[in-house]
């Protein structure tokens, strides 16, 4: 009898598990947008153009907002704790679900990127925004799930501040190997940062500049579409550095620049010549 009773209890282990694994991670559909509605209705009063919320329709109530920001804190806990999925396509099975909501998929992407050991780059920057407008929602992830978190309360896998500052980092670190697309989707981020995202971009432009000239030569059709940034930084950086320093920096990027490079003359009048 004894055993009849273990093999009962174990057999419904096993199925609670396994529901457990089976219903996996997800919001529901159109879970931004919603909370785009909402809190722009709770700032500005004003509607979002092509959100959920239309000019004839009222607005949303504001007291959904905590409630829309706890499915995601919990959505964004469930990727982090969540094992890569052992299927037959790298474990891409645990986004299955994500595509119903654009913030949902990126930030899923994200997690299947770091928890794949980072072997799905390509993936990972088809998943992030391709135009400026849409990398809004990047800082946006700040104040979505867990507004005013303490880095020991983020996700695990999201530490120490964030999916947005964790999508930034890794993606900066793509730039710096010269990925395709890096470039121009970390600046379409960097377009959209303010306060604190924008001091955390601006260091590592600064990085960029001194530690990849090969990058910043080669991306310079990207890069120059924000030279008022640049030139701010590069200021910064001549009181930050010695001369010494200065002059290998130029050095750096002369160093790239061809005679039949078209782009050199504009670059060595932003950066100077060595």
Same mark, same amino acid.
């Given at each position: 009898?004894?055993?009849?009773?273990f093999?009962? !209890?174990?057999?419904? @282990?096993? $199925?609670?598990?396994? #529901?457990?694994?089976a219903?996996?991670?997800?919001?529901?559909?159109?879970? *931004?947008?919603?909370?785009?509605?909402?809190?722009?209705?709770?700032?500005?009063?004003?509607?979002?153009?092509?959100?959920l919320?239309?000019r004839?329709?009222?607005?949303?109530?504001?007291?959904?907002?905590?409630?829309?920001d706890?499915?995601?804190?919990? *959505?964004?806990?469930?990727? $982090?704790?969540?094992?890569?999925?052992?299927?037959?396509?790298g474990g891409?099975?645990? %986004?299955?679900?994500?595509g119903?909501d654009?913030?949902? +998929?990126?930030? %899923?992407?994200?997690?299947? *990127?770091?928890? $794949?050991?980072?072997?799905?780059?390509?993936?990972? @920057?088809? /998943?992030?925004?391709?135009?400026?407008? /849409?990398?809004?929602?990047?800082?946006? =992830?700040?104040?979505?799930?867990?507004?005013?978190?303490?880095?020991?309360?983020?996700?695990? !896998?999201?530490?120490?501040?964030?999916?947005?500052?964790?999508?930034?980092?890794?993606? &900066?670190? =793509?730039?710096l190997?010269?990925?395709?697309? /890096?470039?121009?989707?970390? &600046?379409?981020?960097?377009?959209?940062?303010?306060? #604190?995202?924008?001091s955390?971009?601006?260091?590592? !432009?600064?990085?960029?500049?001194?530690?990849?000239?090969?990058?910043?030569?080669?991306?310079?059709?990207? =890069?120059?579409?924000?030279?008022?940034?640049?030139k701010?930084?590069? +200021?910064?950086?001549?009181?930050?550095? $010695?001369?010494?320093?200065?002059?290998?920096?130029r050095?750096? !990027?002369?160093?790239? %620049?061809?005679?039949?490079?078209?782009?050199?003359?504009?670059?060595?009048?932003?950066?100077?010549?060595?």
């Amino acid at each position: 009898m004894r055993r009849l009773q273990f093999f009962v !209890i174990a057999l419904l @282990l096993a $199925s609670a598990a396994h #529901a457990t694994e089976a219903a996996g991670c997800g919001v529901r559909k159109g879970l *931004y947008d919603a909370w785009l509605s909402v809190a722009k209705h709770t700032t500005n009063h004003t509607p979002i153009v092509g959100s959920l919320v239309s000019r004839n329709q009222p607005a949303p109530d504001p007291s959904s907002l905590p409630g829309i920001d706890n499915e995601f804190r919990t *959505y964004f806990q469930c990727l $982090s704790d969540t094992p890569l999925p052992a299927d037959d396509d790298g474990g891409r099975s645990l %986004c299955k679900d994500a595509g119903v909501d654009r913030l949902a +998929s990126v930030v %899923c992407q994200t997690a299947l *990127y770091l928890k $794949s050991g980072r072997k799905g780059s390509k993936e990972f @920057l088809d /998943a992030l925004p391709s135009t400026r407008k /849409a990398a809004e929602m990047i800082w946006d =992830l700040q104040s979505v799930g867990s507004p005013g978190a303490s880095r020991d309360q983020q996700p695990a !896998i999201f530490q120490p501040d964030g999916p947005a500052f964790k999508i930034v980092d890794e993606l &900066f670190v =793509l730039v710096l190997d010269d990925r395709d697309t /890096a470039a121009t989707k970390y &600046f379409h981020i960097v377009s959209a940062a303010t306060g #604190a995202g924008a001091s955390h971009v601006d260091g590592q !432009i600064k990085i960029l500049l001194r530690e990849a000239p090969a990058v910043v030569v080669k991306q310079w059709a990207v =890069l120059r579409q924000h030279q008022p940034r640049l030139k701010k930084l590069l +200021s910064e950086l001549s009181a930050e550095l $010695s001369p010494a320093e200065t002059k290998t920096l130029r050095q750096g !990027i002369a160093n790239f %620049c061809s005679t039949d490079n078209l782009d050199c003359p504009e670059i060595f009048k932003t950066f100077g010549r060595p």
